[in-house]
């Protein structure tokens, strides 16, 4: 899980960042423990096979999908079991109030943050009952994938 400096690319779906065009962004490889890696995997709505495969040095997810608390303080590490959970279909599009101290520092880090969407709990749901896991309905705020 640690930050690459190599070209690469987010593996997120509707994400177009890269290694190249957003510089002071930090990728994430997938973790070895495969019980982890799957809630990855799961938290991202992709599903390994013939279009997706997670390859290590190569399948990364940016740090735009990882909120501040998920980072070890003052370090561009995740902290172990940190999951991905800020994407374009839950909102969370814009960057967190509080980055990560080692994006603070970066040159232009300040120009990129925004106002904190506002979520409550009144927020209507898109399904109040779903039989089985649908990759297109959005998930409950506030809650993990754990």
Request: a positive charge.
């Amino acid at each position: 899980m640690a930050e690459t400096k190599n070209k690469c690319c987010c593996s997120v779906p509707q994400c177009s960042n890269s290694k190249q065009k957003q510089p002071y962004l930090s990728f994430h490889g997938y973790p070895l423990n495969e019980v982890q890696k799957m809630k990855w995997v799961i938290a991202i709505r992709r599903d390994e096979g013939p279009t997706f495969v997670i390859r290590r040095g190569s399948t990364y997810v940016c740090s735009q999908h990882f909120t501040a608390d998920d980072y070890i303080p003052g370090s561009s590490r995740l902290k172990v079991g940190a999951i991905p959970s800020r994407f374009q279909w839950n909102n969370f599009n814009v960057l967190p109030q509080r980055l990560p101290s080692f994006e603070r520092s970066r040159p232009g880090a300040d120009a990129r943050v925004q106002e904190q969407p506002v979520f409550t709990e009144d927020a209507p749901n898109e399904s109040s009952h779903i039989d089985e896991h649908d990759y297109a309905a959005r998930p409950p705020a506030g809650k993990h994938l754990c």
